[in-house]
């Protein structure tokens, strides 16, 4: 069964860096569009950070850029967001998502446009 679960959120400082994990099972993660979105209390999902498996497609969102790093650990199946330099305006929750390019038009970073979501992990900036 495809599946991804989130983990490592929590509350932080600002100013202080966190690091999500996210593990799928049921598919192979390198095979697949692969993206971090958040929605923050009262907003919309947005897109962080997501990275195409083959067709060098990359996304930033401007408020993450120079702070957050997307990575993938082929041996253990799961991805990462590293979050750096954290804003009280950075709380969310954060999902984790993954896109079959087979099934697709391409890759994207939209909220429609991924196949697969984890349940999300909170994390919380605040002194």
């Known amino acids: 069964q495809v599946q991804l679960v989130e983990s490592g959120g929590g509350l932080v400082q600002p100013g202080g860096s966190l690091r999500l994990s996210c593990a799928a099972s049921?598919?192979?993660?390198?095979?697949?569009?692969i993206g971090w979105f958040r929605q923050a209390p009262g907003k919309v999902r947005e897109g962080v950070l997501c990275?195409?498996?083959?067709?060098?497609?990359?996304y930033y969102a401007d408020s993450v850029k120079g702070r957050f790093t997307i990575s993938n650990d082929n041996a253990k199946n799961t991805m990462y967001l590293q979050m750096n330099s954290l804003k009280p305006e950075d709380t969310a929750v954060y999902y984790c998502?993954?896109?079959?390019?087979?099934?697709?038009?391409?890759?994207?970073?939209?909220?429609?446009?991924?196949?697969?979501w984890g349940e999300g992990t909170l994390v919380t900036v605040s002194s």
């Open positions: 049921g598919f192979t993660l390198d095979d697949y569009d």
């Open positions: 998502a993954a896109a079959n390019p087979l099934i697709g038009g391409g890759s994207s970073c939209a909220y429609d446009g991924m196949d697969y």
């Open positions: 990275i195409g498996s083959s067709d060098g497609f990359t």
